[in-house]
């Protein structure tokens, strides 16, 4: 099977289900519950945990290899070039490379769905700031989705190429998300957004007409015979503002236990699509996951290390030990949070 047929089948499949999320389940307009963001999570991890399998069982298809030949060419540079025998036979290094390309899509998967997290907690804060109503959330959620998946589109395939010329850029992007990590020891996630300072809000109501008052789920409204942006628009384009900022550190991240364009960006696409769901299931118990902050401040530090080990020295942490450690840091803060509940602060008289 050629590369662009199967990447083609997977980007089908995408629009058919924000088509059918958007103009089938989620019509109209109403606050998602949790009962209804749970069953929508539990969708997308086992279509997550579909994909994987697959990749097990058919990782050849992703590029086209049908050779021996072309199968050595795929792992020429890269960790798998070591992992493959030339005495063995054909079938056994093909199932040697499903085998690893299925952990490090697993290790993406999780690992941006970790990250992803923090970035919901985020979108929270954005909403809660900038007073939207909860019936409109799901509609901003799903165009930020969109745009998210055409933004990172550019930027992983840019800094797969970017990469694959030049290794040592993975360096610096550790360097940057040690920096990351450790912000996020100090940041604090409860912090109201600055709904006037905001710079995306300043470049919307420069650039465009804006009217103060909401238009339903509309984004532009008409005025006087004129178009204006709604609240709503605004609130879309902070949120894509801060995935920009948020997809800064999370993909180099993901390209530290893969370097693989495809495999980033199927773990990616599938981490976002249920992004939406994880925001409704997460906006509600906030506070008692309290400690995941830290949890991805260490995850951050632990991966930027691992990056920077990885390009200047010979120690190689192999995928399986990096998705065991991402899932365990993951499994750690939630477990502490549940242990060591966070005080409430009392309100002053």
């Not at 019936?135 to 550019?154: K, S, T």
């Not at 236990?257 to 249920?274: E, K, L, P, Q, R």
Request: glycine residues 6%; hydrophobic residues 55%; aromatic residues 16%.
């Amino acid at each position: 099977m050629s590369r662009f047929i199967f990447f083609g089948v997977f980007m089908v499949f995408i629009i058919i289900m924000l088509a059918m999320d958007l103009g089938v389940f989620h019509k109209d307009d109403h606050e998602v519950k949790m009962k209804e963001a749970g069953l929508w999570t539990a969708i997308w991890v086992l279509l997550s945990m579909l994909l994987a399998v697959i990749i097990r069982l058919h990782a050849e298809w992703i590029h086209g290899i049908d050779t021996v030949e072309e199968l050595f060419a795929y792992a020429s540079g890269t960790p798998l070039e070591h992992m493959l025998v030339d005495s063995k036979s054909f079938a056994d290094n093909l199932t040697i490379y499903r085998k690893e390309l299925a952990s490090q899509y697993l290790a993406g998967y999780f690992l941006e769905e970790s990250l992803s997290i923090d970035n919901i907690f985020v979108m929270i804060m954005i909403f809660i700031s900038f007073g939207i109503d909860k019936r409109y959330y799901h509609r901003v959620l799903f165009w930020g989705i969109l745009g998210a998946i055409v933004l990172r589109f550019i930027f992983i395939f840019a800094l797969g190429a970017l990469v694959e010329q030049f290794s040592w850029v993975l360096a610096i992007f550790g360097i940057i998300l040690i920096f990351s990590g450790i912000k996020m020891f100090k940041d604090d996630s409860d912090e109201p957004i600055d709904t006037e300072r905001h710079p995306m809000v300043r470049f919307c109501t420069r650039y465009f007409r804006a009217t103060p008052k909401m238009d339903g789920h509309n984004f532009f409204s008409k005025i006087d015979g004129k178009t204006y942006i709604t609240p709503l628009f605004i609130v879309l384009m902070v949120i894509e503002f801060s995935d920009i900022i948020f997809a800064v550190d999370s993909i180099p991240a993901v390209f530290s236990v893969t370097t693989d364009t495809f495999i980033v960006y199927f773990s990616n696409i599938f981490a976002i699509m249920g992004l939406r769901s994880l925001f409704f299931l997460l906006s509600g118990v906030k506070d008692m996951f309290w400690m995941l902050s830290y949890g991805l401040g260490l995850l951050l530090c632990f991966i930027g290390a691992k990056m920077i080990l990885g390009e200047f020295t010979s120690i190689h942490l192999s995928t399986t030990v990096s998705l065991c450690v991402i899932l365990g840091i993951l499994a750690l803060s939630i477990l502490l949070s549940l242990l060591f509940p966070k005080k409430s602060t009392p309100v002053e008289s």
